[in-house]
């Protein structure tokens, strides 16, 4: 059974970082797509970054461009997004999920696609 979990959120003061983790278990990718997506109170999933093993490309949404990074650790399936200057509008739930395959640059954004779903990690920016 594949398990995804993310580790790494909590309470942080604005201007401020976190580094989020997530780690596959349960399964062995040759090549694959993981992504972080966000919820906020209120408001509809939305993507954050994504890397493909195919090219090593990776994504990232305008509000977060030139903040935060996605990194890997192919040896332990894990990825990481360090999220850097951290503002409010940040503070969502964040889950990594896994699409099993070689998926489109483009829809690297599209939740409905993925395979695999972590339980969440909440992230609070607050003073």
């Known amino acids: 059974q594949v398990q995804l979990v993310e580790s790494g959120g909590g309470l942080v003061q604005p201007g401020g970082s976190l580094r989020l983790s997530c780690t596959v278990s349960?399964?062995?990718?040759?090549?694959?797509?993981m992504a972080w997506f966000r919820q906020a109170p209120g408001k509809e999933r939305e993507f954050v970054s994504a890397?493909?093993?195919?090219?090593?490309?990776?994504k990232f949404a305008e509000s977060v461009k030139g903040r935060f990074t996605i990194s890997r650790d192919i040896t332990k399936m894990t990825t990481h997004l360090q999220m850097n200057s951290l503002t409010p509008d940040d503070a969502a739930v964040y889950y990594c999920?896994?699409?099993?395959?070689?998926?489109?640059?483009?829809?690297?954004?599209?939740?409905?696609?993925?395979?695999?779903w972590g339980q969440g990690t909440q992230v609070t920016v607050s003073s």
């Open positions: 999920a896994v699409y099993s395959g070689r998926l489109a640059y483009g829809s690297l954004i599209r939740s409905d696609l993925y395979h695999y």
């Open positions: 349960g399964a062995t990718f040759t090549d694959y797509s």
């Open positions: 890397f493909r093993t195919s090219d090593r490309s990776t």
